[in-house]
């Protein structure tokens, strides 16, 4: 009885072990050093060449950084290679606004979705890139040989600037490569990234925004969850393999490595890692810098994009075209609106500013208690407390100017980038013009021309701000965003004109914005062509929307002061106060923060404890799409051959015991910039896609909590399940390398009597 007493002992232990979530961001190039034993023992059964590897194909080769420029220093989502011919999955909200550029009243693919059955129909798309990671590399020692002690803070980064424009261009190859110098640990190290950028990236398949997006906004961030969050993308290569902008003749990519799918779905346990892109973390921040987010910058962003995204939904629910305009902006805003929200209330929850507190009393007391420590530590602390100080002063009033402006109704920010023209279309001042008639005349000349160029410029731009304008939502934006404005802004720190305008209006900012609206060209389409055919300086100079930005813009710079000459303070002390943390701790493996740089995290498939008395499961299934489903509310309508799908068990080789897994719940640390990343198990294989984090540890950014966080997985096995049975893209299915084990015979003995 004793020794059974152990044994459950032992084995509740080892499993209490496992629920704790996995912390750590790491860089792939020292898995071997710092993480392969510790993953070999959680169950990884790949070698660490086969992980991270420079010379040979590898893990690293699958992995995409999605951007819309061609010489990208971050990602704003994460792609995985799944063929041998540059197929690629990533999430439904990632491709969201490419999907959404493509659809129409008469291709609604939000709705429909989309789906390519051979080459010919996918779709280019001009500003989409994806970027392989060649190497990274330690560059350190490089950018720190000139930095001295004695150095401002502008000298040094100056300094470090200029050596790493010289090793960016050594490494670029002319051209051939993207090169990013990253610092980590506020500074202390700097890294190298060399990337292959393709630039040619084209939409296979979509499944309607009632798969990839279901749940919408209700659903985000909250388990459990049923959102098939997937669409499908192809990276092509020129004919000898190389980047380059699409063109007809263009082939499908062959990629170095491409992740093999696993039908064998996943259990409690199983060994999960998730490589990707994460965008930024400040898990080292302190107290002051927790309690300025919480007091003076979250609640303004919290309220004015409320007030946003109010004044949107009320004409995207009335009308169908304003819906599909509106759907990427909207979800954008809406989804760092509830991230918000969600922050703050873990981080209050959690008291983490208490946490952080308390870590840094522990700080002071190790400084102090030696006289060099002293010297160097001493007053980090006390220079970060002064520096949040000022920043909190100004901040409300820099945000609500930023919102009420250039940063609120797209009018204003449209308007603004009409002021080069407007400067290229004042007459030279007399003072200007050379004594030399001719030269004075060619002057006037070359002046005209380049009004002329930026007129043209402008003109091929207007088409693609207005595809996806609503000029009546946007006056109610500019309306609710000024009264909000006008309430929380301090008259003395308000733009006058802002104020002018409440008492001429009479208080109404909706009269304001309607006579704005009537009288700017910026308002339609039609007006702008009309004055881009024949500008002029007058017209320019009197536009209510143009006036209105000029007056935010001035405000801006004169409110931001304050914030900036705070932020400028933070830089040596954060360095210092990481750089002291790391000396006081000389025994613990620190992580960098997420910069945006290629990371892995690895952990195991498991549920939580979300509350008292609340305990979550680690998968969903199909039932739940049933039991959430509302045909009148748009974020829960089924699809009627989905709900035949599911009603009739019809789940094909992705089912399992008669159900179908629709997502499950992993340890794995991530954060934004991580959508779309792959979650792999132990052999390699691609069991799923990471796609969102859960409700109760939305302080995770700040403070991991290893016993709340987990990541929120799409099955592989429903991707495919969409993919095969509900769209029958049976082409794309032929092109996956699909493994599933086999099942082991039971075991039979032969007694001889």
Request: hydrophobic content about 40%; aromatic content about 12%.
């Amino acid at each position: 009885m004793k020794k059974l007493f152990w044994l459950i002992t032992f084995a509740l232990m080892a499993n209490l072990g496992k629920v704790y979530a996995d912390e750590g961001m790491w860089l792939p190039m020292f898995v071997e050093r710092l993480n392969y034993a510790d993953m070999q023992k959680s169950g990884l059964q790949l070698t660490a060449d086969e992980i991270y590897s420079i010379n040979n194909g590898s893990l690293k080769d699958a992995v995409v950084g999605l951007s819309t420029s061609p010489t990208p220093s971050g990602f704003f989502c994460t792609g995985e290679i799944v063929s041998d011919k540059g197929l690629m999955f990533t999430n439904h909200h990632c491709g969201y606004d490419i999907i959404q550029q493509h659809s129409s009243l008469e291709h609604d693919y939000l709705t429909n979705g989309f789906w390519a059955k051979s080459l010919d129909e996918e779709l280019p798309n001009e500003e989409l890139t994806a970027s392989f990671l060649i190497r990274m590399e330690d560059v350190t020692d490089s950018l720190l040989a000139g930095v001295t002690a004695e150095m401002t803070e502008q000298e040094r980064n100056a300094a470090i600037r200029e050596v790493s424009n010289r090793l960016k261009k050594a490494a670029n190859e002319d051209g051939k490569y993207n090169v990013v110098v990253r610092s980590f640990f506020e500074g202390n190290e700097y890294y190298m990234f060399v990337y292959e950028v393709y630039t040619d990236v084209r939409l296979v398949g979509a499944p309607p925004s009632a798969i990839g997006k279901f749940g919408g906004d209700t659903d985000n961030w909250m388990w459990p969850r049923h959102t098939g969050d997937f669409s499908i993308f192809r990276v092509y290569s020129a004919p000898d393999g190389s980047p380059a902008d699409y063109a007809p003749e263009n082939i499908p990519l062959k990629p170095r490595h491409h992740l093999p799918v696993s039908l064998d779905g996943v259990k409690k346990d199983d060994f999960a890692m998730i490589w990707g892109y994460p965008g930024g973390t400040d898990r080292y921040l302190t107290s002051y810098g927790v309690n300025f987010l919480l007091d003076d910058q979250y609640p303004a962003i919290i309220e004015m994009f409320g007030k946003k995204l109010e004044a949107w939904k009320e004409f995207m629910d009335a009308d169908q075209k304003v819906k599909i305009q509106y759907a990427s902006k909207h979800a954008v805003v809406a989804n760092t609106w509830k991230y918000l929200i969600g922050q703050t209330r873990g981080l209050k929850r959690l008291d983490v500013a208490g946490q952080k507190a308390e870590l840094e009393e522990e700080f002071t007391a190790w400084a102090n208690a030696n006289p060099e420590r002293q010297q160097k530590y001493g007053e980090v602390l006390s220079t970060l407390e002064t520096a949040y100080a000022q920043m909190s002063g100004s901040i409300e009033p820099f945000l609500y100017t930023n919102f009420a402006g250039l940063g609120g109704a797209e009018i204003v920010e449209y308007a603004n980038n009409f002021n080069g023209l407007a400067g290229l279309l004042k007459p030279v001042e007399k003072s200007e013009l050379p004594k030399d008639k001719d030269m004075a005349a060619k002057m006037k000349a070359d002046r005209k021309a380049e009004a002329e160029k930026a007129a043209e410029a402008l003109k091929e731009e207007v088409a693609e701000h207005f595809k996806n304008y609503y000029a009546q939502a946007d006056q109610k934006v500019l309306s609710e965003m000024l009264w909000k404005y006008y309430q929380k802004v301090p008259t003395n720190m308000q733009v006058p004109l802002v104020y002018q305008m409440f008492n001429k209006y009479k208080g109404s900012f909706e009269n304001y914005a309607s006579d704005l609206f009537k009288n700017s060209i910026f308002a339609s389409e039609a007006r702008v062509m009309a004055f881009l055919n024949e500008p002029d300086l007058r017209t320019l100079e009197n536009d209510p929307a143009l006036v209105l930005a000029n007056a935010f813009m001035g405000k801006m710079m004169e409110v931001a002061g304050g914030f900036q000459a705070g932020q400028a303070a933070l830089g040596e002390a954060e360095r210092l106060y990481m750089a002291g943390l790391r000396e006081m701790q000389p025994d613990k493996v620190f992580y960098p923060n997420a910069n945006s740089t290629m990371r892995m995290t690895y952990g195991s498939v498991q549920d939580y404890q979300a509350a008292d008395a609340i305990r979550y499961n680690y998968f969903t299934t199909s039932a739940g799409i049933l039991e959430k489903e509302d045909p009148n509310n748009d974020e829960f309508i089924v699809p009627d051959y989905l709900r035949t799908l599911i009603e009739t068990r019809d789940f094909g080789p992705y089912g399992q015991d008669g159900e179908l897994i629709i997502c499950f719940l992993s340890t794995n640390d991530i954060t934004g910039g991580n959508s779309g990343s792959p979650v792999i198990n132990g052999k390699g294989e691609l069991i799923g896609i990471a796609f969102d984090g859960n409700w109760e540890a939305m302080s995770g950014d700040i403070a991991f909590e290893s016993a709340l966080q987990r990541t929120i997985n799409v099955d592989i096995r429903y991707v495919l399940f969409v993919i095969d049975k509900y769209a029958g893209a049976t082409n794309l299915i032929d092109e996956l390398t699909i493994h599933k084990a086999e099942p082991q015979p039971i075991r039979t003995e032969t007694v001889e009597m």
